[in-house]
């Protein structure tokens, strides 16, 4: 575990420093601290970040937690000898402790005094100590978006009867809202973060919206009277690509993800589901467990509130203890203490999003508020970059993965959040690592992801955490092992498979396909479809697969210009935008296939004005013709591959009734170019084939529900039931 100097508590005053350029104190951002862990005693253990207190009741002395040659802490230490038979006992175990960082010239005798006085004036070991042992190597954070809102209360007094500390990512909107509650967790010993104001998606937002999102809720915390002890934040929806994260970065915050999310925001979700996926992802090595407090865009909550208390005890029965974060964003030791006080409610109306999911409303009080209108995404390209198209004279792994993905293994999918770094020969971190194999067993997967590691770390591009995390995800995943479904992916001769138009009735033998197949698909949606059946959205975004704009209504962009300029171009490509964040599915980045791939130099412009990528050049046959059948499709595919090719197909094409004759040449196809040495990955910002896997999560694939809209149809015959033709 990586520990740092004590950090100054963060400020709203701090981030605006940082905003405008003027860093106080050291200018690396947190998660660039200390490497050193090889020597680690204590993994899990007290940051050097705190200050030395003990509890109950809370009695700090306001000196920092020194820290050993082996990586233990005076603090880690103490609690080590828990449970204590005794008062007596644990103040010699304190006395013991100060004596030997004293010894070791990490403590002067003052402050080896004050610690112990304070070790003598609580009630550790004695009568009166009513506190739950928590120590252990293996520690669990139980953390919580988008509060505060209604069940706030209910969850705080299950913490206090469960003696576990919480993280709170918490939004600006609703601190403001009901500034009692943040007040009330950090008094109770929470870690309260910020989880911006208004919940967007960042990677959807310009750089001054990401700055304004991050500036109020630091106000707002500040205005609670909520005292942080680093800059921490979560992305809403996890969504930080690249630049986002070097904002942020800039900003002085440390990014906190998640990696075991049991989907608690769907409002049908039951409390034994909710306890039985968090259960599979701690028996799978995951300790972040991410958890929702009356979301901000539906009506969950009360299924929470039954599984919470389950999930606790299914933790603690597993050997496992409870921690918070550190400025670096590790799992840390901390110890519950309740303050005592009454827990506050809500008293005023929580500021809700536009609700994307039935099941009635919110508890009252409450308000629906009107989204601010999404602009350009932080991670803007210019024209000549929508037009650009990557040709890397040395590189050595062509159409490998992207330096701006992330670096992640699976099954199941582990992710580091740590960015995959690229050699000068143009292969990445994770195209080191894929080249091995197939992995005979999981030891050499996980000696291949240590070697690539190693080998970023001696060129600089890795720090040694970083390299930590990569190790620990390979270690923590199935790769090579006998749980190990996946089917080998890496080669040069990588393809992209392209869908139009859909979503429609042949959506769903589609995802079954690329399930079994395990192929990433890259979906070109329509607004309207999107918005007649949002659950294929929603699916395609969890199964991994990328999500890019059709427009709204198919419409042919070079007629919409001749008939209303920029701006109705400009209107069908926002449509579809709002559908997708509407239902819960925002794009995967800023990229467009023009329907009927009509898109003269004009409509281009907009579209590279815009910040978009234009996917122009494929490969295809005419699948949208009702006659073609399976082995036509294929087989006209099949002629035309080459390295780096995008496919492009039809998923009920928007003005005919075909539809059954791609889905069978979809399967015959993959399996055609697999014979012919060809992998399968996705499409990258910039237009190019890059490396993906496709990890399937195990939901089940859905199903058409509402009538899929169609277009005036030019070829005879009718699609399948329920549609609607649309003017």
Known sequence: MTRTAPRR?????????????????????????????????????????????????????????????????????????????????????????????????????????AIRSAAARSAVGGPHDDSIPNTCTDRVALTFDDGPSFYRDQTLAILREK???????????????????????????????????????????TLPRLRDEMRKTEEALDAAGVQRPFLGMRPPFLAANASVRAELARLGFTVISGDIDAADWEPDRPAAQLRADIAEGIADGRRNIFLHDGPIDTVAGPELMVAL?????????????????????????????????????????????????????????????????????????????????????EDACPNGWSPEETVWFGPPRVETEVPNPEAPDGCTLLDRVWAEEPFATHGAFVAAARAAADEFVASGQLSRQDRARVVSAAARSHVGGPRDTSVPNTCDNRLAIQFDDGPSHYRTETLRILREKQVTGVFMDTGTRVLANPQFARFQLAEGHELLNHTFSHANLNQTFAAGGADAVRKEILDAEAAFASVGAPISFKGIRPPFGSANASVRQVIAEMGYTAYMTRIGTDDWVPERTPQQISDAIVEQLYPGAIISLHDGPYDTPAGPGTNGGLALLIDAARELGYCFGTVDIHGDVVADRLIPTGDPVPVVVNPVPYAPLVFPGEPPEPYVILG
Do not use: K
Not at 45 to 74: H, K, Y
Not at 344 to 367: I, Q, R
């Open 163 to 205: 003696q576990v500390t919480a993280t709170f990512f918490d939004a600006g909107m609703r601190i403001e809202a009901n500034p009692q509650l943040p007040a009330f967790e950090r008094l109770e010993g929470h870690l309260v973060l910020n989880h911006t104001w208004e919940h967007p998606n960042l990677n959807q937002v």
């Open 309 to 393: 208390p389950l999930i606790i005890d299914d933790i603690r029965a597993a050997g496992l203890c409870f921690g918070t974060f550190d400025s670096t964003g590790a799992i840390v030791a901390d110890r519950y203490v309740s303050s005592g006080e009454p827990i506050p409610s809500v008293e005023n109306a929580v500021p809700y999003l536009p609700l994307l999911f039935g099941g009635g409303l919110p508890p009252e009080p409450y308000e629906i508020i009107v989204p601010t209108p999404l602009a350009a995404p932080a991670a803007t390209t210019t024209a000549a970059a929508a037009d650009a198209v990557t040709t890397e004279a």
């Open 9 to 113: 508590l963060a400020t709203a005053g701090l981030l605006v420093a940082m905003t405008t350029g003027t860093l106080i104190g050291s200018s690396a951002p947190a998660a660039a601290a200390s490497d050193d862990t090889a020597a680690d005693a204590c993994p899990g253990g007290w940051s050097t970040e705190t200050t030395v207190w003990f509890g109950p009741p809370r009695i700090d002395t306001g000196i920092a937690n020194p820290e050993a040659a082996d990586g233990c802490t005076l603090l880690d230490r103490v609690w080590a000898e828990e449970p204590f038979a005794t008062h007596g006992e644990f103040v010699g175990t304190v006395v013991r402790a100060t004596r030997e960082f004293r010894d070791l010239g990490l403590l002067d005798g003052q402050e080896a005094g």
